[in-house]
């Protein structure tokens, strides 16, 4: 599936069209159609923990998100060896609007539940 990017990716703001493929059932990979020399691991943060925030309205007009939208929420992974001390952004999550291929990563502001580097091996074996 290919998706435009509305709100840029921090730190990749040149990166404006991307594909998503599914990886297995917890991980996706995230090209970038702009360059070849960059993607992401992406992971479903509902497989690892209670997850929830609110999309910002500015990001739901966006990517026209209403009750209706089939949307996907993923974080960025970043893969380490071993695999235990890979570390997972929950700050960042990117939301894709599989109706319309709209994306966009948003930035939780104020949050004391997640932080921008947890590792996964946190969440492995519960």
Same mark, same amino acid.
């Given at each position: +599936?290919?998706?435009? @990017?509305?709100?840029? &990716?921090? /730190?990749?703001? $040149?990166? !404006? ?5 599914? @990886?297995?059932?917890?991980? +996706?990979? +995230? =090209? ?8 992401? %691991? ?5 497989? &690892? ?17 209403? !009750?209706?939208?089939? @949307? ?5 992974? &970043?893969? =380490? #060896? ?6 997972? $952004?929950?700050? /960042?999550?990117?939301?894709?609007? %599989?109706?319309? $291929?709209?994306?966009? =990563? ?15 091996? #946190?969440?492995? /074996? !519960?």
């Amino acid at each position: +599936m290919k998706f435009e @990017i509305c709100v840029p &990716l921090l /730190g990749f703001e $040149n990166v !404006k069209q991307v594909s998503l493929e599914k @990886i297995d059932d917890i991980f +996706m990979k +995230m =090209q970038s159609l702009d360059d070849e020399h960059i993607s992401f %691991t992406l992971i479903d943060p509902f497989v &690892l923990r209670e997850y929830d925030f609110e999309v910002p309205d500015s990001v739901q007009e966006l990517l026209s998100i209403n !009750k209706d939208s089939n @949307i996907i929420i993923l974080n960025i992974v &970043l893969i =380490q #060896t071993p695999i235990e001390d890979s570390v997972i $952004n929950f700050i /960042g999550p990117v939301v894709f609007n %599989t109706d319309n $291929n709209l994306a966009a =990563q948003i930035i939780l502001q104020d949050s004391v539940k997640y932080s921008v580097a947890e590792k996964i091996s #946190t969440f492995l /074996g !519960k």
